[in-house]
Every structure is written in C-alpha cells, then in structure tokens.
C-alpha cells in the first residue's frame, strides 16, 4: 500500500506541482470549450488525456519507445500551440471543436506521456511488477486533473455568471493567452 500511495502522490504532483505549467495549460485550453453542465463529456476527456499519457509512459517504462529529451520537450508546448490555435480557429463551431478536443486529449496526452518517462523509467525500473505503479500514478494523475478542471470551471462559471462575459470572448481570450505562451515556449525549445 505504501508503494501505490508513493505513485499515486507522484502522479498527483506532476499535474499540481508548480513545475506543471504546462500540463495545467493544456488542460485549460481542452477544458475552456465545455462548460458545467459538460461535465461527462469533460470526465470523458480528461480521461482519454490520461489513457494517451499512460500508453506512453507504460511504453516508455518498458523501453520500447524512446524519445530523445530535447524532442518531447519541444512537443509538448507544441501540442498545446496547436490545441489553443485549434480553440481559436474553430471558435464558431463549438460542437466540433468539443470533438476535435477529445480527439486531441487522446492523441496530444501519447506525447505528454513521454514528458515523465525519464523519471518513470528511473523510478519505476526497479519494480517486479510495472501495474501497481502505473495504476497509483495514473489515479493520483486523474485526481489531480479534476482538481485542476474543478478550478477551472468555478473561474469560469464566475466570469461568465457573475461578471457576464460571453462565452466566445472567454474562450478566445483563454486560448490566445495560452497560444502566445505556447508558441514563446515552443520556441524556447526548439531542439534544432
């Protein structure tokens, strides 16, 4: 039980940590398209987030996939450059773009996955058995992302509730701030 806890803390403090910036952004701009009442469909997307990112980590534990450090971190702000732009240019159609995120989730969550692996792989190397490891990070992941939407959806019920803002400007406004620091930290780790 000991080992699970220690996992499951791990996992939790890859999204909460501050160091999580941008785990937290790319959340944001796949959450910022839903609202409350979305919640399903945001459990279901946060989920398929964590599904794409345990494949790769579970892959990358196992060393059957290898990808060089100055790689996934390039990819990552990436994904979230392309997910927020992604925001943007869909902004008038909502309900694509609420599918086009779960696609997305599933797909972008493989490339965050192999952000941790290097840890993982360190960490977890020297365990008989990979399962109880992954589970407990990936629940402590799970949990830790819902925190995150949770906080997400309360500010966002307060600028469109109480402060009125509509929603399409919201949304526009969160995806270009996250676009802009996305594309200033693709650069920054550009691996060529």
Do not use: C
């Amino acid at each position: 039980m000991q080992d699970f806890l220690f996992y499951l803390n791990l996992g939790w403090e890859h999204i909460i940590s501050l160091d999580a910036l941008d785990h937290q952004l790319f959340v944001l701009v796949l959450v910022v398209v839903f609202s409350m009442k979305d919640w399903k469909k945001i459990l279901w997307l946060i989920t398929a987030f964590t599904i794409g990112h345990s494949v790769t980590l579970a892959l990358s534990v196992l060393e059957i996939v290898r990808v060089p450090g100055s790689w996934v971190e390039f990819l990552i702000p990436l994904t979230i450059f392309i997910t927020a732009a992604d925001n943007i240019l869909m902004k008038n159609r909502q309900q694509n773009l609420m599918k086009m995120n779960h696609y997305l989730a599933m797909f972008f969550g493989l490339i965050h996955g192999m952000g941790f692996a290097n840890t993982a792989r360190m960490t977890m190397a020297q365990e008989q058995d990979l399962l109880l490891p992954l589970l407990g990070f990936n629940i402590g992941l799970e949990l830790g992302q819902i925190l995150v939407v949770a906080f997400i959806l309360v500010l966002q019920w307060t600028v469109l509730g109480v402060f009125k803002a509509s929603r399409k400007n919201w949304v526009l406004f969160i995806s270009a701030g996250v676009f802009a620091l996305a594309l200033q930290m693709t650069l920054e780790r550009l691996p060529f």
